[in-house]
Nanobody
Framework: QVLVVELGGGLVQAGGSLTLSCVAS????????MGWYRQAPGKQRELVAA???????NYADSVKGRFTVSRDNAKNMVYLQMNNLKPEDTGVYYCNRATMVGSTWLPPTAFDSWGRGTQVTVSS
């Protein structure tokens, strides 16, 4: 059973832009904050952007000012607009729920039902 599908990755030169899309099942999307996670080669998966069900956003320092996360609650979709891409943005991008406990977002290991992700490669 496919619960999450990510689309929109590709190869882009540094300074370029990409927009990622994610469609999720209602059991994952409805009422939950949603996040975009990135797994760079040889590194652990990390949360880079999150959007609450009400539209509030939160970003990792490494992408702040360059990435914009948004959601369409009617379509169970989440988007990630990525501008001024850098080689260090290279990785596989996944979307899934994002949950904050206190002031801390739970790590990716707290969630299951991951999709295949979409590869983003930024050349220098």
């Amino acid at each position: 059973q496919v619960l999450v599908v990510e689309l929109g990755g590709g190869l882009v030169q540094a300074g370029g832009s990409l927009t990622l899309s994610c469609v999720a099942s209602g059991s994952i999307f409805r009422g939950n904050a949603m996040g975009w996670y990135r797994q760079a080669p040889g590194k652990q998966r990390e949360l880079v952007a999150a959007v609450t069900s009400g539209g509030s956003t939160n970003y990792a320092d490494s992408v702040k000012g360059r990435f914009t996360v948004s959601r369409d609650n009617a379509k169970n979709m989440v988007y990630l607009q990525m501008n001024n891409l850098k080689p260090e943005d290279t990785g596989v991008y996944y979307c899934n729920r994002a949950t904050m406990v206190g002031s801390t977002w739970l790590p990716p290991t707290a969630f299951d039902s991951w999709g295949r992700g979409t590869q983003v490669t930024v050349s220098s």
